[in-house]
């Protein structure tokens, strides 16, 4: 059965230091999304990228972030100059339709 | 307002009971309603979907959906201890490329054996 992978399951890094997580969308899916738990909360919409474009962002997804689709399979999310209150798990998701996720990146920030 | 609301919980039902989990939102443009289970620590898992006023069932669940009263509703039959989790409403108010998400806390249910 097709799944979203990403990677890395785990991530921490010290604050101010910039990271990348990773995913490899499903590979027929024309949607992928980024969202984020801040553990205890709701998952929340960071982004949302179709067409090899940005389609829509949250108020989240400031000049800290950005995507990219750097080679037709991966899709990455970068977070620049990472802040403790970055911390949280980071669900990649793609859709035709439905959305499926990906196991997440748990990032913690210190 | 809140978008999408949840009762938090947690619902105790004893196994082989029926847990009902209900969710109402705010947006009477939504489009698309659906229901995911996440275990503590885990991604959503994506259970069901419905579109269209009314029920929907697969297996031992059913969605019920009234687009007049804003609501949501899952259904969980001979609920077993396995479906011990956190329940997420999501809303789709998206149109054309963009199908975002918006997101309940989640009704944490809890099937005791």
């Known amino acids: 059965e097709p799944e979203v992978t990403q990677t890395p399951s785990h991530q921490v890094t010290q604050m101010g230091q910039e990271v990348i997580l990773r995913c490899v969308p499903i590979?027929?899916?024309?949607?992928f999304y980024w969202y984020r738990q801040i553990l205890g909360q709701k998952v929340e919409f960071l982004v949302s990228?179709?067409?090899?474009?940005?389609?829509?962002k949250s108020e989240i997804f400031d000049d800290q972030f950005s995507v990219e689709r750097p080679d037709g399979s991966n899709f990455t999310l970068k977070i620049r100059s990472t802040k403790l209150e970055d911390s949280a798990m980071y669900f990649c998701a793609s859709s035709e339709g439905e959305a499926f996720f990906g196991q997440g990146t748990r990032l913690t920030v210190v | 307002q809140k978008e999408v609301e949840q009762n938090s919980g947690p619902l105790s039902v004893p196994e082989g009971a029926i847990a009902s989990l209900n969710c109402t939102y705010s947006?009477?443009?939504?489009?698309?309603f659906f229901w995911y289970r996440q275990y503590s620590g885990k991604s959503p898992e994506l259970i069901m979907f419905?579109?269209s006023n009314g029920d929907k069932e697969d297996g031992r669940f059913t969605a019920q959906l009234n687009k007049a009263s804003q609501y949501v509703s899952l259904l969980i039959r001979d609920s077993q201890p396995s479906d011990s989790a956190t329940y997420l409403c999501a809303v789709n108010r998206g149109a054309g490329n963009n199908r975002k998400l918006i997101w309940g806390l989640g009704t944490s249910l809890a099937v005791n054996p």
């Open positions: 947006d009477r443009g939504s489009q698309s």
């Open positions: 419905i579109y």
């Open positions: 590979s027929n899916h024309l949607y």
């Open positions: 990228f179709y067409n090899n474009e940005i389609s829509e």
